[in-house]
């Protein structure tokens, strides 16, 4: 294979996020009195994910997103609880929740050995760095990059500038970035001059140009010629 060394996405390629979203979100209300049903989830995962993309686009802050998701979604439950109060909860949750894909484990412990490997991810820093090293994924990885630490999230060039920097990397031929974001992930390892591989259980295909297209983690470690 002639890649050295692995750059992988956190939420949706190893963790589990929509579980731990869910389980957090349903703690959080249930603290604050309110209900929790699947449409109730639904609603937030969809307000959640306009604020990410605006913030992927650069169209918004960090600050913006974590002031302002819960400000709208209790205004639509028709909520008088403090939008603050309830963001700073569900973090608390959230970083309680290390759940992994199913297989996810054992492919690092694999890959490990014969790669080096970095996380890559745009999450909040402390959220995510209890998650990792919750799931057992932490030893596993030399560096762990966060955007909230860098400044910079992905897609833009400017987080995998500083990853680079800081690896380092002496030939951006030989990474390989591997995520479940077309937006983020697959469209910053583009921007960044590396191959990608979508990592897409749901078999979806896409018009967008990644280098490889997996379902699953058999699929990545047949590439990885693990």
Not at 14 to 25: I, N, V
Not at 43 to 53: A, L, M, P, T, V
Not at 57 to 78: C, D, M, V
Not at 192 to 197: E, S, V, Y
């Amino acid at each position: 294979m002639k890649y050295d060394i692995l750059l992988f996405d956190a939420d949706g390629t190893l963790l589990d996020f929509d579980r731990a979203e869910d389980q957090a979100l349903k703690q959080t209300l249930l603290e604050h009195g309110l209900p929790y049903t699947p449409a109730i989830s639904r609603r937030y995962h969809e307000i959640n994910d306009s604020f990410w993309k605006l913030l992927e686009q650069g169209k918004i802050t960090r600050e913006f997103l974590q002031a302002n998701r819960f400000a709208q979604f209790l205004h639509e439950l028709g909520s008088e609880a403090e939008p603050a109060l309830f963001n700073r909860r569900y973090r608390g949750h959230l970083g309680e929740c290390a759940h992994l894909l199913p297989g996810a484990l054992s492919l690092c412990e694999k890959l490990c050995k014969s790669y080096s490997m970095a996380i890559v991810t745009n999450g909040a820093s402390e959220v995510q760095h209890r998650r990792l090293a919750g799931s057992g994924l932490a030893p596993l990885f030399q560096k762990v990059y966060i955007s909230e630490e860098i400044g910079w999230q992905k897609p833009d060039k400017r987080f995998f500038d500083f990853v680079f920097s800081d690896f380092p990397v002496p030939d951006p031929k030989r990474v390989l970035l591997i995520g479940d974001s077309l937006s983020s992930d697959i469209q910053g390892g583009m921007n960044a001059g590396i191959d990608t591989c979508w990592f897409c259980p749901s078999q979806r295909r896409s018009s967008h140009p990644a280098t490889y297209q997996v379902s699953d983690y058999r699929e990545l470690a047949e590439l990885l010629k693990i």
